[in-house]
């Protein structure tokens, strides 16, 4: 059985532990009163099943908590109780991480020693108790708050719950007293010298949790339990946002990464343990996890792989370091937490929860479009794939840096556009990427100069306002206006039913000496690459130019190209290793120093545009993105179905067909159709004309730039009208200001 199915497997056994029947978790004995409790040295019946819960939840965990096999840790495990591997592998300055390393193997001999029997258990408890001895009543040693604050506390009250009664009262005292590290004085959760925030809070919670259960203070477990359940949000500033996404280290889109997927796994677990007790968490609570799991994480993944756009630093992450599900920070284990509540959308739990562990059909997941105004992301979703564009402002952070973490990831939140049919078509390849050519990015090409660090996100805002889009559920197009590192553009992405158009105008790099590119894409190569001027496979290990209007066709996606572009096109074999993107020295912590992760080779395939330095009203681009369109139904899909570019300029890129009108409205202005069909608006803003499958209108309308006001708009089609309708949109102030406001007509 190999490790994702011993850990489903685990989860699974844990669940039916602990709720019997589906949507039951029905506990004995009478109903538990807190102050009947306070003082008392009697074991509490609802922190013992608290306490039994969390063990469980922990023997899920423990498998993975190190990669070293608990064979190896005993065999190398000296007299002292100190690994001389770790001891050889950190240098004095990191000593706070090796101490980390030092309770994740801890942490996995206790899910051994949980199941052992005979001499393997005495084995077991002997190594156990070597290896405590090592950190027990000793201080922390300096190193990065996560590490003394988080992870060895953690590691080391998971493990404390596993071992039970085995652990000595001194133990156990000692124990909670390195989990109480992040509690100050006043009882306040401490995180690097500040009030503890999003999962980091969480995690302290949950370890307090934990000592509150060794210690058999009902009170103290009350007391961090409502602190958790406080932080679920939506309103905190960086936890679940109104919108259903996740902000962690500032005003940073995390959703994808350990913080956004680490809480919806930590909170649902806590929900869990603590579920029909005196500490439960509140139903409204319950229905915020749920949407927060359903509404902001399920749109962003395609079968078993998130969006790179959305995980923040950890894009530099080995899989199994990562958030991915390989790594056990799956967003299955919060589905699984979620469904033996039952509730209204069990049903959809349960089928996100096959897909994400390959049991169902990426094409089953729900069709879509949704706009997360809080976090400059647009999500689009269809049978067939996902497309997305991330974006950022002066409200939102583009990406971060930090502990020698994705220092190249400069341009992640500049208009990144993340494509996926399978899920696997960026899966590990980050190690290989030129990252001045991220997909769907534009910027100034000069590898000459390094790109900017920015240490946990502080100051890598947008360069402007704009940002963000419009979505009536269904269709959507978003824009942002990009001022990063000499350059100025206007980008635009219009999310149809089955193709994506993307738009850029005003293109300008302040210094014309410089080379600009926009990238279309850069993923693994799968099968032949051919165009309309070349409709033999192209060579690879060459760079090939198309210059003409056409296509490009390469594993099941044409990128229609309607006006003649200066195109570049590649495929070649590389190789490189996770170090080219971080050499963090807690990466290896948890690793087998004899297996590292192995390089990172394989084919990739690169499509960009060189604009030419000789325009003087700023460069443009505009390509149609079809995923499904084979070559052979190119002729036909020009004649039928592709899209109208209506305008590409400064002031207004839009997009239509017979059925829909979108407009990125940089300044007040019109749009006139080909067919009279005309839509004004007094403010800028985007706005989107569509009818519906049951012969309705509906008309949306965004507000990138969250400024509170009004928007009028005046449409003119005598499909639906002889008059003009004229509509008013009233945009709030506060969070609420970006949400997109639609508005529905009758049928003619």
């Known amino acids: ?81 100190h690994w001389p591997d770790l001891e050889a592998q950190f240098k004095p300055e990191h000593e706070g991480v090796k101490r980390y390393g030092h309770c994740t193997r801890i942490l996995k001999l206790a899910g051994a020693f949980h199941s052992a029997t005979g001499p393997q258990r005495t084995q077991l408890a002997d190594a156990l108790h070597r290896s405590l001895g090592v950190w027990l009543g000793k201080p922390h040693p300096p190193s990065a708050g996560w590490f003394y604050q988080i992870g060895s506390p953690l590691a080391l009250g998971q493990a404390a719950l596993l071992m039970g009664n085995e652990l000595s009262a001194s133990e156990k005292a000692q124990v909670v007293t390195i989990l109480k590290t992040c509690v100050r004085p006043d009882g306040v959760l ?113 079968g078993r792989s998130l969006d790179f756009t959305t995980v923040g ?39 996100f929860a096959r897909r994400l562990r390959g049991e169902a059909e990426a094409k089953t997941a729900p069709a879509g479009n949704r706009l997360f105004w809080m976090s400059d992301y647009m999500a689009h979703n269809r049978p067939g794939f996902l497309a997305s564009a991330r974006m950022s402002s002066r409200r939102v952070y583009s990406h971060e840096s ?34 001045r050519r991220v997909p769907g990015v534009s910027c100034v090409y000069n590898p000459a ?37 000499g350059l100025h553009a ?133 390509y149609v993105v079809a995923p499904g369109l084979m070559p052979d139904g190119i002729a036909a899909f020009n004649q039928t179905k592709s899209p109208t570019i209506v305008s590409n300029t400064s002031s207004l890129q839009a997009v239509a067909t017979p059925d829909l009108v979108q407009g990125i409205f940089w300044k007040p202005g019109s749009l006139v159709l080909p067919d009279q069909r005309k839509l004004e608006v007094d403010q800028p803003c985007v706005v989107q004309w569509r009818r519906t499958a049951n012969g309705r209108w509906t008309l949306a309308v965004g507000n990138p730039t969250h400024r509170a006001g009004k928007v009028m708009v005046r449409v003119q089609d005598t499909a639906l009208s002889t008059s003009p309708i004229v509509a008013t949109f009233t945009f709030p102030e506060g969070a609420e200001a970006g949400r997109p406001l639609v508005q529905n007509f009758p049928k003619a």
């Open 1 to 81: 059985m190999d490790q994702v199915h011993k850990r489903l497997f685990n989860r699974r056994t844990f669940l039916k532990s602990t709720t019997g029947a589906v949507g039951s978790l029905g506990l004995a004995g009478p109903a538990f009163s807190l102050s009947q409790w306070v003082g008392t040295t009697d074991v509490l019946p609802e922190l013992a099943f608290i306490r039994q819960r969390m063990a469980d939840q922990s023997l899920v965990i423990a498998p993975e908590a190190n990669w070293i096999s608990v064979d190896q840790l005993l065999r190398t495990l000296d007299p002292t109780g």
């Open 313 to 351: 630093r950890m894009v530099a992450w080995p899989l199994k370091h990562g958030p991915d599900h390989d790594s056990g920070f799956g967003a299955e284990a919060a589905c699984d937490h979620l469904i033996p509540f039952g509730g209204k959308r069990q049903a959809e739990l349960q089928a």
């Open 402 to 435: 930090g502990g020698k973490q994705n220092e190249l990831g400069y341009h992640l939140g500049d208009g990144a556009m993340c494509l996926m049919q399978t899920g696997d078509e960026y899966r590990n390849i980050f190690p290989l990427w030129d990252w």
């Open 449 to 485: 100069v390094p790109l900017p660090l920015h240490s946990w996100g502080i100051g890598s805002y947008g360069g402007s306002d704009w940002a963000g889009g419009v979505s009536d559920g269904t269709s959507g197009a978003a824009a942002m206006e990009v001022h990063r590192a």
């Open 490 to 622: 206007q980008k635009a992405w219009f999310f149809l039913d089955e193709v994506v158009v993307c738009l850029g105008a005003a293109i300008k790099s302040y210094d014309t000496t410089l080379p600009v590119v926009t990238s279309v894409n850069q993923c693994w190569a799968k099968g032949p690459v051919t165009t309309s001027m070349n409709t033999a496979a192209l060579a690879a290990d060459e760079t090939h130019t198309h210059k003409t209007a056409g296509w490009v066709h390469h594993d099941g996606v044409t990128y229609l190209f309607p006006q003649p572009s200066n195109l570049r096109i590649r495929t070649e074999r590389k190789s490189a290793p996770w170090q080219t993107l971080n050499t963090a020295p807690h990466r290896e912590a948890r690793e087998d120093p004899a297996n590292p992760p192995a390089a990172v080779e394989g084919e990739v395939f690169s499509l960009w545009i060189e604009h030419e330095n000789a325009a003087k009203e700023g460069f443009k681009y505009s």
């Open 190 to 302: 401490d995180y690097s010298g500040s009030p503890a925030t999003g999962e980091n809070l969480m995690h302290e919670a949950t370890i307090q949790v934990i000592a509150g259960c060794l210690a058999n203070d009902p009170v103290y477990v009350a007391r961090y339990a409502k602190q958790a359940e406080q932080e679920i949000g939506p309103g905190r500033s960086e936890s679940i946002q109104v919108d259903s996404s996740f902000h962690q280290h500032g005003p940073q889109f995390y959703s994808g990464g350990l913080y956004g997927l680490g809480f919806a796994r930590d909170a649902t677990a806590l929900a869990l343990a603590l579920h029909k007790t005196a500490f439960a968490f509140a139903p409204d609570k319950l229905e915020t996890l749920t949407r927060y799991v359903l509404d902001g994480l399920q749109p962003l993944t395609r």
